[in-house]
């Protein structure tokens, strides 16, 4: 679908307007350049909701298309999309960014611009990652996300920020290196194949590698991307950054950045390479599911709450990527919605820590205790936070974790990818105790810091939250029950794309003849309705 | 089984609802009476509204039911869960236990909280809990009912850690939260088998997949002992139980309406609710009927040497669900749930009779120092006898009427598993009846009867009308109660109404079931082992009170077994607890800090900067070394290009 109007372009360069005009302004105007970022941010946002409540949820197809050639003879475009899979997360990175510029008014009082100019600048790479179409065009912003990231840890981060902001950079290079040498790869075989240099994502789906070469190319890929998810053993940066980077940093690096790991298994990796994808599938949700009960468990024994956040993530994403991996229409659409509900939730409880930070300048569990008596709406934000971690129905964590067990559970695709429907049952009932464990260790860390007496002195004079911090989480708790109790709002826009994603990938790894007959049924009559495959015929 | 629809079901649930919001939200700055009207008010509408709703059922014999598809939940994917709720003859009994019993219980709270200082949060939490309750008996889909179930449990949790100021009570409530957790796990992995093979979750949809023979039988068995594992949790049979005990830590009209009257009895109505395929799987009933009948006696032993008067009726809680177990377990689903609503009559009633005494004597809950109250306290003392003489099985008192009925339906039953099953849950359920009388005469010979050992300086305050009524009408419904099954007088009244909606067991019924004076017979049997129990109980808390003190020096092992509950909760802390916690912390310090971060990670930065240090050195800027390097480097070229001559 072509839309007249750039708004996908509006939408991706706003921030980058922002930055600039952020850097016309002298520094000390602290005040006007945080409402300047806060301003450009809801309009952000309004756009963001116009495009969803635009976004046609019948169309499987790229939606709001914008596509202009970049460097011509090498086949390099500006093309901009959004469909299903990506509709979800722009919504989420556009309705985050006011509210972590909100959130950070008080804490980031040093070098406030150069931050603004830097948190604006990753919103860019952020969007640009989500939108881009062109592979090489998704390359450039996905390298231009790290280094804002890198400087907020660096610069505005805790004691050991050098140390963490390294590690960040060094972790995430080595995997989109690789993912570099393999998109070149896969361009040049295309060009080999059809005489065609082209960079463009969807024509370089059809390119047919050696069994080799896809094997490599995948690893390259799903490298980078298990990084960012991250995925065990891939994930010993995460905690560090965490806890070193300031409010803001946490909270779009779990709430967004993690999600680009993966979206990217979703929108590069399984479509370029579905044959590979089948083969590497057992490994990537034994993995998934190792990161499931080992992240629960290690967060289970965190002094830190945000470390203990950090690893929680590496629990919850394992379940993402479980449901991808099972590749069903439940368990995509629940990996979907998954990730915006550990975007929400974890966002939540990472701003939480903050305002509790900014008071106390401590995350120590062992410093708190009894807080539920003299914060009591604080307390009660972060019980609704932690009810959404653990997946409480009602809440919107409990929709998406369901629709991932449930599916997961009885994926025919799970069955021939380990090769037993005995190996199936068993992988899932092991992700479940995942679940147990979620309520362990976040109901005991609830626990240690708002239960029990108030015993320490220095935490008898806090202040419950004040109204800027309360306009902070109020959305996000509205969100929360939204998603929860009304979750089809979000499920059926990204239905089809979903729908169409699963019987292209199937059909492609050559695992769609053993997907349950409604499935297939379903996925066949979808391929026939898209535009793509009216488009295939035609020809 | 006409369906009708009415729109009044929701009403019935969003009231609690709003409650529970306009409590939380604004409770703080509502006046007391307000935060009062609007947390029983909410009830209490709630309750009439269900009345009305369930005329239309009751003319029906439970024959027409009403439905309502409130709104589309989740869809996606080939999965389409509704919000629906249905009123038939079982969610019928249960909504009225529920709204009747909680209505009571909000009132009683009243006089029982007055003086607390989170009150409003109080009534906000007890609202939100019928609401959730409400959504459990009503759901008409196993999600629904899931969301009701955790729901149910959430608010469990925040009201057994209710004065959270106090470490243990926190503690108890995680406790309680994590072990219904593992439950859930199963009853959530048993809806995944059933909808592998069904492809819907809606109760009526599992029904006809069920009756079409859509689920194998091996998978029936597999859902239902799944779910199980959920109902032991919510329900606290073995071996998850454990939380029940600690939950006493919460505030005593909360045991009352939640620990003993309506959640704890989620199980039993899961499994009577899904009658259709526990019927037809003779396996799964008997584990059920087994895992009842051990928890129903295990847990009357440890009642008897328990001196905290609310964990001696929680563990009496925990026995009686065991028979409610043994009852749908052997097929006898109407009767389990008979026994579910006079359990919940005569129980509440105990537990607010004992929540008198313990407010009465400011906080005091250890047996040994009450004693004689019978005088200061006469009408708590008459409602607890009431409730007592049913619990104990007295004769034409409701519980009489309850447990004969399962105990009837065991001893007369076979299951197809092996003729031992049922009758060894006759015989645990026997004994475990003896047991029941005598540590409930116990009680109240200790709290009632005798010397008072009330320290000095403690004032008892008569309970106050607020709280006295609740008693009374809980007592009336105690000794009343059984009267609509009173099924040795030719009363099958509960038993038909049910009909409709419970299944018809696979047991065959053995030569005597047919003839009505077995059945008088073994209702003689049970009331003559429960008079054993209150002889016993009369003779060594009244008669000899230097008895019990003599017995338990004597048998000094068993005792201290019994009354240390034979060390569950201290096996349980060394596994799984403490292992899995030594686990975490050894994958947390040896896996991520050692080998990924220390070897992987930090290991080749390591190196690269080892390599640095010695590059480093071979530019020190000082010339001999330079010299030094310049004339190896030099010596070896001149070697190499003497042998590549063939100097060398």
Known sequence: MHSGFPILSLLLWLPLLGAFAILMIPSREKGLIRNLALGFSLVDLAIAIFLFHGFSSDDVGRQFVEKWSLIN????????????????????????SPIVILSTYKAIDDRVKEFFFSLQLLQVGVLGSFLSMDVFLFYVFWELMLIPMYLLIGVWGGQRRVYAAVKFFLYTLVGSVLMLVAIIWVYLEHYKATGNLTADLFTLYGTKLSGHAQMLCFAAFALAFAIKVPMFPFHTWLPDAHVEAPTAGSVILAAVLLKLGTYGFLRFAYPLFPE???????YIAVLAVIGIVYGALVAMVQPDVKKLIAYSSVSHLGFIMLGIVALTPMT????????????????????????????????LITEFGGLAKQLPWFSLCFMVATLASIGLPGTNGFVGEFLVMLGTFNSSVLDKLLGGRAYTIALTTVAGLGIILGAVYMLWMVQRVFFGPLSKDENRRLKDMNLREAIVVIPMIIIIFLIGLFPNLFLGKVQRSVDHFVGDIGRRAGIIETVSNDTKHKADKLVLDSPEAKHDRDH | MTDYNSSALVVIILLPAVGALLNGLFGRRFPRWLVSTVGCASVGLSFALAIWAAYFVFVSNGEERLRQDVYSWISTGGLSISIGLTLDALSTIMVLVVTGVSFVIHIYSIGYMEGDPSYARYFSYLNLFVFSMLILVLGDSLPVLFVGWEGVGLCSYLLIGFWFEDPAKAAAGKKAFIANRIGDLGFLIGMFVLFGFAHTLSIDGLAKAVASGAVPTVWITAACLLLFVGATGKSAQIPLYVWLPDAMAGPTPVSALIHAATMVTAGVYMVARLSFMFALSPTASAVVTLVGAVTAFFAATIGIAQTDIKKVLAYSTVSQLGYMFIGVGVGAYAAGIFHLMTHAFFKACLFLGSGAVIHALSGEQDMMRMGGLRRKMPWTYWTFLMSTLAISGCPFFSGFFSKDEILWKALSTSSPVGGWVHTLAYGLGLAAAAITAFYMFRLVFLTFHGESRIPDGVHVHQEKPVMSWPLAVLAFLAVVGGLPGASMFHVHWFEHFLEPVVATANVTQKGFASLQSSEWWAAGGSVLVGLLGFALAFNLYLQRTSGPGYLAARFKRTYDLVKNKYYVDEIYEIFPIKFIYYLALGLWRIVDTLI?????????????????????ELQSGNLQVYAFWIFIGFSTLLLYLAHGLGLI
């Open chain 1, 73 to 96: 003879g090498l086949g390099v475009s500006y093309h901009l999309g959004m469909d299903g899979l990506s509709l979800l997360l722009v919504l989420l990175t556009a309705f985050l």
């Open chain 1, 276 to 282: 590979a994808a089948a083969f590497f599938g057992p």
């Open chain 1, 332 to 363: 995509v659409s629940g990996s979907l919605l998954q990730m915006v509900n550990h975007g929400i939730s974890t966002g939540l409880l990472f701003l939480l820590v903050g305002v509790i930070y900014e008071r106390r300048h401590t995350r």
């Open chain 2, 596 to 616: 990924i971060d220390g070897l992987c990670v930090n290991g080749p930065a390591y190196a690269a900067r080892g390599l640095g240090y010695i590059g480093r």
